[in-house]
């Protein structure tokens, strides 16, 4: 009989090998400097130590250190909404097996102020102090 222990730490062993071997296989030029852990294993000093272990040029960070976990998916939704709205891809066909990239999501005007809220908001995220 396996020790429950025994099984989560060949899951841990297991979910840490497949984030280097992404990180392998998909940054073959240009290598990231810091993974970013989100979740439940970014709460886990053992899978943020084997990490680091198997990723020694790397910086291995907790990402809620820079978003809050609970606003993670709204920030996700307002990047790609900042990025249709401003006519930049939101996919990568290397990462996803897209075809080409392409606008991500949908405009949809509000029912109070149609188009020209749209139109506003686009004129404020192409104004030269929003950091590109």
Sequence with gaps: IIKGEDVMRTALEWTC???VDVY???FT??????LYVSGGGAKNPTM??????????????????????????????????????C????NEPAAT????????GKLSP?????????FKAQQLLSSPNIPK
């Design 110 to 118: 509000s029912p109070i102020c149609g188009y020209r809220g749209l």
């Design 17 to 19: 090998r497949t984030i």
């Design 24 to 26: 392998t296989s998909h």
């Design 87 to 90: 006519g930049i891809t939101g």
């Design 29 to 34: 030029s240009a290598k990231p400097t810091t």
């Design 48 to 85: 943020m130590a084997r990490l680091a272990e198997l990723l020694p040029s790397m910086k291995v960070v907790d990402s809620s250190l820079i978003i809050d976990p609970a606003a993670k998916e709204a920030v996700g939704f307002a990047i790609l909404g900042a990025c249709t709205l």
């Design 97 to 104: 097996g897209a075809k080409q990239k392409t606008l991500l």
